[in-house]
């Protein structure tokens, strides 16, 4: 009965192309499926129970457009004829190219995702993954190793491997394995490093999918390290005012020179935590002290930016505990508030303009953030002031009431004296 | 012939000053007919017994009352009435206007103490049995008051237009809504539209500071005159107990004064140390925040909607509660018919009201588990 359907849907079905040429629009029909299933072989079966969720049998594309051979044919040698094609399972090496076939070709991609990109095997010859790959190096990755083989979801798909949330996670698969990385000669702390970084605390607790992960920086199918040369033209790519204020910089052509890795050489590269006014300073966080002699013109700059900013951040603080006294006590402090906002703003700006190194640039800044400032602490301290005033009023119009209260007091006793009625 | 003709139509000669009397008592005397209410006050006595302390509740409430329309005609010197500008006028007045902040603090809580002493004179009144004949309109006046200070508040709130306000009108409003055939008529009305909006805030406003304070002068206008025609009422069970009084000015006038300077300092030290909150500028199109409560004086009948079940009998719940409390301040209104010879049924009834109120009031006020403080 089983073979009988299988015919059936068999004699409705198109012929089928082998697995070399680019194929035509697809056939409805996939017998492999029928077969793979049935047999429930551990090696076999989960593939083809996998594919019938696969984003290519939902557009009717078969397993003979990968594997070759003839979907139609019942019996298993007909079908895995290699003179149809059949190639099994490809081989690493293979799979490239084999998406390729489909995922480079214009044409056909334009039927299915017009908006697709059709360069994914040019990018990937041009990562260390292609070009260990093309060396013979097989255990670098393929497509199937990160996009899945059976089961292959849109990257959109939050179940896919290399969804945004997810991506992360399936380069330290193979990132994070440590003796697979030892025999590249690659560390494999990366994602244990990314996992303490600012980026990752945004990505991963704020559900900032704008935040960087892996692919961000290193690229995705031409994935490979980011050169000395472009690390800040990678990190510029969002922060774009600290990597033109870097470009301007008296550090700029002296880290070429010397192939410093720019951004790299003070911020690290997976590890970035939250930068602080401490970078500038002596000390264990310090990182312009690695390069900068004590008391040499660099030392004094980054001294000098540091006060500024050490200043700033201490006056916007010192308003920010008067607006909350205040605010305790129920005084109306928007206007302090406000002024707060802009004054962190220019914290921000100075902070940012350190990346032009130029002491004169933070100061600038800093004295524009210190002006509303303590203009901001001084609402804080009128609203006090103000607190004070109020109280110190309450209590003596109280001490008059009570004056008044006492008074009236006094004058109805005199009267119930006086006038009180004899009782009944 | 012209002498005659002056004298008869002109008005009596003003009588001669009497020795040590002054220029202006005497001018009084003569064109405001001072001497007579001078009279009518002295003769006006007030009862003394085991309840008199009671009295004061009246006379507390028109004060508060009165400092609400002082305070109240204060804040419309500032205050501008548009979704764009109410906000930022009443956070101006809390910061930049001189004792702005003492204005606006005294209204807001001096409203919830009025409300508050509203209340407490009603309960007295009913459980001292002060509605029976011949006091039945001095009763029913006194309950529109008390529905008349509830639309104060329920308008005034939304006023500084913050987002709980904001919010809270927005379940406010929904609750006529529920009432069969006109609800949403009369929703609708009240909002000046499909949903809260300026436009609410605008009607909200003409009928805070115009509707309702003339309706409530002519009510409480007729509620004195009845209080004045009728006397104090002197409780049953001591009627006939005691035969002493003692007048009305000075004696129980300087007594008033004292609960009302009292009243002044509790409101001031209220405004110094708590000044009324201002909270957040409303926001239309931001999701309602959590922990949305009316006034406190409202709370009892929010909490009692919110058990209610989907359906009663095929007829929705909150319809079913809107009636009930409809119902409820209807009987209220005619409590002087139910219990025209002042039995004891009517007092357990309303000591089960009132208790399931208190009760509902204390549940509204209980945190929430998982919800956030408002």
Redesign the interface.
Known sequence: MRGFVVLLLLSLATPEAGGQAPPKPPPAINGCVDCHTALEDPRITPPAKLFADDVHAKAGFTCVFCHGGDGRQEDQEKAHDPAKGFIGKPKPREIPELCGKCHSDAALMKQYDPSQRIDQLAEYRTSGHGKALARGDTTVAECANCHGAHGIQPVKDSRSPVSPTKIAQTCNHCHGNAALMAAHQLPSDPYEKWSRSVHYRARVEKADLSAPTCNSCHGNHGAVPPEVGSVANVCGTCHVTFADQFKLSPHWEPFKEMGLPGCVACHENHEIVKPTEAFLADGAESKCSSCHEADSKGARAAAEMHSDLVGLDREIRRATQLADRAAEA???V??VRFDLVAATNALTKARADVHLFRPSAVHAAVAEGLKVARGAATGGEARLKERDF??R??FI??GL??L??AA??V??RE??RS?R?P?? | MSEAKRSSSSAPDPAPRAPGESRLHAWARDRLGWDDLAHLAAKKRVPVHRYTIFYYLGGMALFLFLVQVATGILLLLYYRPSAAEAFESVQYMMADVPFGWLIRSIHSWGANLFVGVVFAHLISVFFLKAYLAPREMTWVTGVLLLFLALGFGFSGYLLPWNTLAFFATKVGTDVPAQIPVIGHLLSRIMRGGSDVSGATLSRFYGIHVAILPAISTLILGAHLLLVQRHGMSVPRSVEGKTRRSISFVPDFLMRDMVGWLAAVGLLAALAAFFPWELGVKADPFAPAPAGIRPEWYFLWMFQGLKYLPAKIFGIPGETLGVLFFGALGAGLLAVPWLDPRGKRGIVVAALVVLAAAAILTVLALLPVPGEAKP
Do not use: H, N
Request: no cysteine; aromatic share 0%.
């Open positions: 129920g005084m109306e928007s206007k109020r109280r009023g309450l119009s109280l009431i009570l008044s209260i009236l007091v004058r109805i009267r119930e006038t009625e009782a009944e």
